[in-house]
């Protein structure tokens, strides 16, 4: 079976900061990994995606992520953050080993404070 | 706007009820997913069905039940209702049978509170 932890429920940071979102996955086979957004009273929103070939993936609004096979994580990046950067970001992880279903993790909080 | 369409937004019921939870996919797409968001569980897959036909389930309550009909808009049936069901329903929809390489695209959710 696969997994996804995100390291951090909440994390506040100020404007024009940058930021860093973790997310760790389990799994023994090959993998697909997703950020997603949720921003409020809204659905989900793919952000970017990993599929194969470059670990550096760069996705919309300025974010980007970095899968590292030997970590087994796919942390969430962005140099400046804005305040309508606040939102939900969730993790997910899709592959062989789940028959293809989306896993997601529990969710970061990120709050951008002026 | 994801083009993915659920109704109704919000829906009060109480215990033991029965309610219909209803999703227009994209145009085009024939996977629709439906995902349970609560606040100790976080994002719960529940079902997926294809074209018509269940393709894969997930945690789904045997209290609950869904099906895609011809026209491949899709129905959560949840019924003795508890208290503990209360949450926010997703429904999603893809263009292909699997979440591989394409993406998921979200409605807006349907958030039922049981009293």
């Known amino acids: 079976a696969q997994s996804v932890t995100q390291l951090d429920s909440q994390v506040p940071v100020f404007e024009e900061a940058p930021v860093e979102l973790r997310c760790n996955y389990s799994?023994?086979?090959?993998?697909?990994l997703f950020w997603y957004v949720q921003y409020p009273n809204q659905g989900l929103q793919l952000l970017l995606k990993?599929?194969?070939?470059?670990?550096l993936v760069k996705g919309i609004n300025g974010f980007e992520a970095e899968f590292n096979k030997s970590q087994t994580s796919f942390h969430l990046r962005k140099p400046s953050v804005h305040i309508s950067d606040t939102a939900e970001y969730f993790c997910?992880?899709?592959?062989?080993?789940?028959?293809?279903?989306?896993?997601f993790g529990k969710g970061t909080l990120l709050t951008v404070n002026p | 706007d994801s083009g993915v369409t659920q109704t109704p937004k919000h829906l009060i019921t109480a215990t033991g009820q029965r309610v219909t939870l209803r999703c227009s996919p994209r145009?085009?797409?024939?996977?629709v997913y439906w995902y349970q968001q609560s606040l100790d569980q976080g994002l719960q897959f529940l079902i997926q069905?294809?074209?018509?036909?269940?393709?894969a389930k997930g945690n789904i309550l045997e209290r609950f039940s869904a099906q895609q009909f011809p026209d491949l808009h899709s129905e959560l049936n949840l019924s003795s209702l508890e208290l503990g069901d209360s949450a926010l329903y997703f429904c999603?929809?893809?263009?292909?049978?699997?979440?591989?390489?394409?993406?998921?695209?979200f409605g807006e959710g349907s958030r039922l509170t049981v009293l």
């Open positions: 990993y599929l194969s070939g470059s670990t």
């Open positions: 069905y294809y074209n018509g036909e269940e393709r």
């Open positions: 999603a929809s893809s263009a292909g049978g699997r979440a591989v390489a394409g993406e998921l695209f």
């Open positions: 799994s023994s086979v090959s993998v697909y």
């Open positions: 145009s085009g797409d024939l996977s």
């Open positions: 997910a992880v899709s592959g062989p080993g789940s028959n293809y279903k989306l896993t």
